[in-house]
């Protein structure tokens, strides 16, 4: 994968903060109730895939956090993000490829034929503090289709055929490589927040097209984006249908690394135009150290 390749990516939503407000109040929301019901402490605040940080509450964080790393491959776009934070003496930057492959792999083509095989080299090192919270903007969703970035292959990154298979089980072998460093990032009660956006909802409105996971998602909360909370109860069936985004998939193991305390869902209203609406449903689960 090209730096240049999400460059690109995050120069189309740079300019979407204000669209995104009412997503980034909601994933404050689930923040404050973390370091609520979970004791998490006000020490040092770890984000993960950053990129412009339009969905980062970040006054909120400020305001919290004594520390603040910010994580990404694309630094023009960490950039961006500073240049709108409050007191820069907090954060800290860091370069890192969180998909361990990007050095190995260049292109969907040799994704595809290295699929089965290439093994994740996660390196944290930069990392130098224990993290009291890490949380997950939606980048695990990226690693892998952002290769097929301007194709037509994976239209809406759903795991429907064998090569969706391929790529789910290779997402879920970065997910256990990256959780197992970070587990040894954290402080002993930390907690990872795992966001990852995982079913798409999409239209376009000039072909009428809609992605697969539209009629599901719409039936279940009969329309009405108020009863989002009734997905969570229909997650697993998204999984085996192969109507979840590639690299959305909570890997196994993470059941044994930490302890799942629960998972809110969130609407993230990604983008409405002439030409398209598009929305993803967001699944934040909350790990703890054990
Ligand atoms: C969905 S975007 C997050 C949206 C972002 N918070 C914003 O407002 O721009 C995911 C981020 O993951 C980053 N990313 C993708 N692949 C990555 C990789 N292998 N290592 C580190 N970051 C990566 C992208 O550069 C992008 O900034």
């Not at 603040?68 to 961006?80: G, K, Y």
């Not at 097209?209 to 109860?233: C, F, H, M, Q, Y």
Request: charged fraction near 20%.
């Amino acid at each position: 994968m090209s730096i240049e390749q999400l460059a690109l990516m995050n120069i189309d939503t740079k300019d979407r903060g204000e669209d995104w407000a009412q997503y980034r109040r909601s994933i404050g929301q689930v923040i404050r109730t973390c370091i609520e019901r979970y004791g998490v402490n006000n020490g040092n605040l770890l984000l993960l895939g950053v990129g412009n940080g339009n969905d980062i509450p970040v006054e909120l964080l400020e305001s919290i956090f004594n520390s603040i790393t910010i994580v990404d491959l694309d630094e023009v776009a960490l950039d961006r993000f500073l240049s709108r934070v409050s007191d820069k003496k907090k954060f800290n930057k860091a370069i890192i490829d969180l998909s361990g492959i990007n050095n190995q792999v260049k292109s969907a083509k040799e994704l595809i034929n290295q699929a089965t095989s290439i093994q994740p080299v996660i390196d944290l090192s930069k990392l130098n503090k224990k993290y009291d919270l890490v949380v997950n903007c939606c980048f695990s969703t990226q690693l892998l289709t952002s290769y097929f970035y301007g194709t037509n292959e994976f239209q809406g990154g759903n795991v429907s055929n064998e090569l969706g298979e391929k790529l789910h089980g290779l997402s879920n072998r970065i997910h256990y490589k990256l959780f197992s460093e970070l587990k040894k990032k954290l402080v002993s009660n930390g907690v990872v927040l795992h966001m990852t956006d995982t079913l798409e909802i999409k239209q376009n409105k000039i072909t009428g097209e809609i992605s697969p996971a539209t009629i599901p998602v719409v039936n279940i909360i009969k329309g009405d984006w108020r009863n989002i909370g009734l997905l969570t109860g229909h997650l697993s069936q998204f999984f085996e249908d192969g109507l979840s985004i590639i690299g959305s998939a909570l890997p196994p193991e993470a059941h044994d690394m930490f302890a799942v305390r629960t998972y809110f869902s969130l609407l993230w209203e990604f983008l409405h135009d002439e030409q398209e609406d598009r929305n993803y449903v967001v699944f934040a689960y909350v790990l703890q150290n054990q």
